[in-house]
């Protein structure tokens, strides 16, 4: 009989193992599927702007420009629907970011995730098959939902929830916040390690990246008439990762708890739990913590407004609008433009896109090894300073070409501008690309953490939508000055981080309120 109950257990403890081991494997290659699509997809639409079948198909006119020798450079691709090519996706990112949290609570986070990647197929499908512009614009703006699906929920995994004493299948975020996964991490993970932990989504994002532009390079190199559908076709390969890893994966306890499936949830909990007393126990703490999260459902929202918790949104609000406001848009998104602009061919700017995804790469390895060491703010502080002497030193190298002192620039100048968008590219990689959603992740308290992630995003998203889509038009209006108009940009937005922002490095959730009665501003502004 020992024998026998031996068994048993040894058995339990093998199917417990064997299957968290397969939800890990699959719920790391869900992560890296979403944020390879977002990097992947954000990258690819620059390089298929270099691709002249491209443009002979759908932009005839900056074809034209492009040919005709007296058009002004800086000029080259000022068109509002060319733009929008790139710029649709994050409107769409906007909307769905703020729509998929209550979706998902009808539908779960399983069906979350298959939908993102469904309406991203969709949408991929009709930008590779466009007719015109109108359908190529559609085709991205079902691309734009369906991130927006994907990225809303990446946590599967199970833990503990931070002063909560919960023990379960929790994924913070799900009542709106459209970046799940820094907010779980930074909840699950030790203070000692929370940056670095935080820093993995980035990662796959500039893989993503880097996967892109080495396409873009191989397709616009073949000098076929099809070599931008093949592009943009490729972005299908991550999020059919994403689909088919959804399906082998259940549902949180917390999701089947809320659409009403408690014997689904206890099922769910058992598989992963040493006893079925133990997932009893687990599923009724479950339960009472969901009947409190509905009945607070907007209460975040009204919180948010209360002065004491003035200081972290603000931060959150403007952490998230300045990260685009430092130019990372013409490096990221129109990298290969700007190099054609400053006299480059179609396919050096695609190579020159390529060593700047890379160096970015790099950087957010950096982030990962320093954040935890050296403190957020002062790498807040070091990327600001490093951005600026880029922008102003871009902007003087424009400046002197366009007095005609050199007219070899491409020889001269080119590899000069490389390197400094390359600089602006490492700065934005170790600093302000994933510090803008680790900070406030950890300065919002508990019970509003959700909903300022979630207004955060927005803001983000909204500033993105709005430089992309009239980046084209202020580099014709304003220039090199546009170089300089990000750098003043970036210098009060290092200004306000010194001045504004307190250190978090090491400091426990639970006491991240303590800063603000501190700090040398915001105490005058927090209860007492």
Not at 52 to 80: G, V, W
């Amino acid at each position: 009989m020992g024998d026998v109950n031996g068994l048993a257990k040894h058995w339990q403890f093998i199917r417990k193992h064997v299957w968290r081991l397969q939800d890990e494997y699959v719920g790391s290659a869900i992560k890296s599927s979403s944020g390879l699509m977002y990097g992947y997809d954000t990258t690819v639409s620059g390089g298929v702007m270099m691709m002249m079948p491209f443009l002979a198909k759908f932009f005839p006119s900056i074809l034209a420009n492009i040919r005709d020798s007296r058009e002004d450079e800086y000029c080259l691709f000022n068109s509002h629907k060319v733009t929008a090519f790139v710029s649709s996706m994050f409107i769409a990112g906007m909307v769905s970011s703020l729509l998929a949290g209550r979706l998902t609570n009808l539908i779960g986070r399983r069906f979350s995730l298959i939908t993102g990647g469904i309406l991203f197929l969709m949408g991929n499908a009709l930008s590779v098959s466009a007719q015109d512009v109108s359908m190529l614009i559609s085709g991205r703006l079902f691309v734009g939902f369906g991130i927006g699906f994907a990225n809303q929920h990446k946590c599967t995994q199970t833990g503990r929830i931070m002063g909560s004493g919960l023990k379960g299948s929790f994924c913070k975020g799900s009542n709106g916040s459209g970046q799940a996964a820094p907010v779980y991490i930074t909840e699950m993970a030790p203070s000692k390690w929370r940056g670095a932990l935080n820093s993995a989504f980035q990662f796959f994002i500039c893989l993503g990246t880097i996967i892109a532009s080495l396409i873009n390079l191989a397709a616009n190199h073949s000098n076929s008439n099809y070599g931008w559908r093949l592009a943009l076709g490729c972005a299908s390969v991550p999020a059919m990762v994403l689909i088919i890893g959804a399906l082998f994966i259940p549902d949180t306890p917390s999701s089947l708890i809320q659409r009403g499936k408690n014997l689904e949830a206890l099922a769910a909990l058992t598989k992963v739990r040493s006893t079925k007393a133990g997932a009893e126990a687990e599923l009724k703490d479950l339960i009472i913590s969901s009947q409190v999260a509905k009945k607070s459902l907007w209460r975040p929202y009204m919180k948010l407004m209360e002065p004491s918790y003035r200081p972290p949104l603000v931060l959150t609000i403007t952490i998230a609008g300045f990260q685009q406001l430092t130019g990372i848009g013409l490096v990221g998104f129109y990298a290969p433009v700007v190099m054609r602009t400053i006299g480059l061919g179609a396919e050096g700017s695609l190579l020159a896109a390529l060593v700047i995804g890379l160096v970015n790469l790099a950087s957010v390895l950096k982030s990962t090894c320093m954040v935890d060491h050296i403190g957020r703010k002062f790498m807040f502080l070091q990327g600001g300073v490093q951005i600026i002497f880029a922008h102003v030193f871009i902007a003087c190298t424009l400046a002197v070409q366009s007095q005609g002192i050199d007219v070899d620039f491409p020889y001269n100048y080119g590899m000069a501008v490389l390197v400094l968008m390359c600089v602006i590219s490492s700065a934005f990689g170790y600093s302000w690309g994933p510090l803008t959603w680790l900070v406030p992740s950890e300065i919002l308290p508990i019970e509003v953490r959700t909903a300022g992630t979630a207004i955060g995003v927005a803001t983000n998203f909204l500033i993105t939508f709005i430089l992309t889509q009239f980046s084209m038009w202020m580099l014709c209006s304003m220039k090199f000055g546009l170089f300089f108009f990000y750098g003043a940009t970036t210098f009060l937005m290092t200004i306000v981080i010194a001045g504004f922002l307190p250190e978090t490095k090491g400091v426990p959730l639970e006491s991240m309120e303590n800063l603000w009665s501190k700090h040398w501003f915001w105490k005058y502004h927090v209860p007492s």
